[in-house]
């Protein structure tokens, strides 16, 4: 007798096969809480790495059962090896560590406090490697810099504005210089606003012998004091601090070299005028022989000196200049070559940054790389080989990709073909990299290379990430590439809802930052941001961004096209992107919002005052409402003094603009804001109430420009999702 199943039971089983299947597919919307609470969409890394000398390891920084160690991991099998230092047995939680030359010592660092974007002090050891001892610095005062000497056996450092040098041997410490003092004299490390356009802190360089220490030496009497308030106690506390505003007096700078033997300092002759910049300095490898870089106060003049390091003479090199600005970061990549007669630099003086190769006295060998694409980092030199690695943009400008050409320009290879943005930390002998890679739908997978772009070891793979990820309904980023009314072509994304359906008609929000050499429009992966702007998307909005003119990638007419009129451009810019949007038949023109931060929050602001036809909502976090309140270095790069330029910077100053404003308006910023000061939103709210404008504003009491600490970000974000749901 055949068996006959049961309709009864058969129903019953495909209603729950259907449940499960629905179950089973359902997926999860991403909410503040899983961005800002549950760390859902934390990623994993491999930091700290230290290539060894041996050429067969590396060593890295992990964590390890609630203390730091530093590994030793073999290059050939991806194995960890042994552990080099370990913070329990050391009897230290160290954040960080470097090794001496021939690996012999370690410095660690404790109890680190941040002090600005990039300075710090902490309390320093000194760990012999072979025995494990350890050896306090400074009597356990907190220091900033301590670097260990090329010849393994002394120690500099600089600690209240002073320079210091420690003899590891006999504990015998000397104070290089005395004139140190708080908001007078700094010996050895950045002032405030070297710090932060320069992208320095430190400011000394052991000489290639160990016999001389080069510092820079900042004298800020002259520079005018900056007061900011610090809310808490019964009284509020001032705090004070030089900070050189467009068109103010900066800090007299000056180049010293310390003969250890001597006990003498020479001053390195950098010319007459002391209306300067001094930002590098590099040891070349004869070790009496200094070069540093000048730069002009309107910053459209670079020189690259050689001094005597003993008699302070110089030799001009290499003078650069342009009709608007000569960019540093796009001279820092100058490395001198071991056999002593060239080195290498970048430079975008044909148009876009590429790699050049001068003899010692500066002449062009020749122009190694060249094309309508960047050169964006200088990565590794294979002297012996004669080879070069790069990272470019030459496969597109949202992507990064490394390459290897040589000397001569020729057999040029492209070593990472996957498409996304490539991060790339190469060993000292060029033989491997570690390949830090991501795309817009795709976390970071780190992993172990060598010289032929072959993989080694895949050290990080984000596996978990990437399946909770999976987990999640959310929208893809999509490229597009648009032309303005005046034939320039614009690239920008946008994130739609993950059940997207053209029929309907969306409310969009744009991201900003646009500042000069910027980039948002890339291929890699977003972070809490991009996770924050999935959080907006599934609440039905379309999340948007667009890159004016201005920006980096695309060579130096395009970025540097907004030079002397900041705003202006950037804002026809987004106001086109709106346009470009609002024509979309998925888009309610009518709902289309901008928010942005610091420089983007400049640009939400003037993009809804300017463009209020397009705009309804804006944002603004953290922004300049004036350049008159920015500091000398970034502000006089793109808009010249404000005595050469006084339109330059009030014809695109939101404080002009209020009585333009139509839509919704948050402003926020953070009272202990060190960069973009609070005075920027206390200006601009005092035009708008003056303008009968009706806005609103929020402050976070003694918060710097990240607005961050304890409850901070989450506190932000929830009301800047508030108030988009509210007005938008």
Known sequence: ??????????????????????????????????????????????????WMNDGQYYSSLVNAMGSRQVVKMNLATGEQEEVLLDGRALGVNFQSYSFNADESKALIATDVESIYRRSSKGVFYVVDMESGSKTELADGEKISYATLSPDNDKVAFVKENNLFMTEL??????????????????????????????????????????????????????????????????????????????????????????DLASGNTAMMDAGEDTNIYLPRIYWTQDPNQLAFIRVNRLQNQLDLFHADATTGETELIISESSKTYVDLNYNDDLQYLSDGESFIRTSEQDGFKHIYHHAMDGSMINQITQGNWEVTELVGIDEEEEKIYYISTEESPLERNLFVTKFNGKGKELLTPMKGTHTINMSKDQKYFIDYYSTTEKPSTVTLMDSKGKEVTLLEDNQELNSTLASFDLGAKEFFAFETVDGTELNGYMIKPADFDPSQKYPVLMYVYGGPGSQNVLNRWGGSRDMWHQAIVAEGYIVACVDNRGTG??????????????????????????????????????????????YGGYMSSLSLMIGNEVFKTAIAVAPVTTWRYYDTIYTERY?????????????????????????????????????????????LVNALITADKQFETFYYPNRNHGIYGGNTTWHLYTQMTDFIKRKL
Do not use: C
């Open 169 to 258: 041997a006999s504990g015998k410490t000397t104070q290089i210089t005395d004139d140190g003092e708080w908001n007078k004299v700094i010996n050895g490390s950045a002032d405030w606003v070297y710090e932060e356009e320069f992208s320095m802190a430190q400011a000394f360089k052991w000489s290639p012998d160990g016999k001389k220490i080069a510092f820079i030496r900042f004298d800020e009497s002259e520079v005018p004091e900056f007061n900011m308030q610090l809310w808490g106690p019964l009284y509020p506390e001032d705090y004070k601090f030089k900070y050189p505003k467009a068109g103010e007096k900066n800090a007299l700078v000056s180049i010293h070299v310390y």
């Open 1 to 50: 007798m055949k068996y006959r199943p049961n309709k009864a039971i058969l129903t019953l089983v495909a209603l729950l096969m259907i449940s499960f299947l629905g179950v089973a597919q359902s997926k999860k919307t991403v909410t503040l809480e899983d961005v800002f609470k549950k760390g859902t969409f934390s990623q994993k890394s491999v930091r700290g790495i230290n």
């Open 553 to 598: 990638a695309r060579g130096r007419d395009f970025k540097h096209s907004t030079y002397a009129n900041l705003g202006k451009l950037e804002t026809i810019d987004q106001i086109e992107g709106g346009k470009y949007l609002a024509g979309l038949d998925y888009v309610d023109e009518s709902r289309i919002g901008i928010w942005g931060w610091s």
């Open 639 to 683: 808009l010249q003094t404000p005595q050469l330029n006084a339109a330059g910077y009030d014809e695109n100053s939101p404080i002009n603009h209020v009585n333009k404003l139509k839509g919704n308006f948050l402003l926020i910023h953070g009272t202990g804001d060190d960069n973009v000061h609070f005075q920027n939103t206390v200006d």
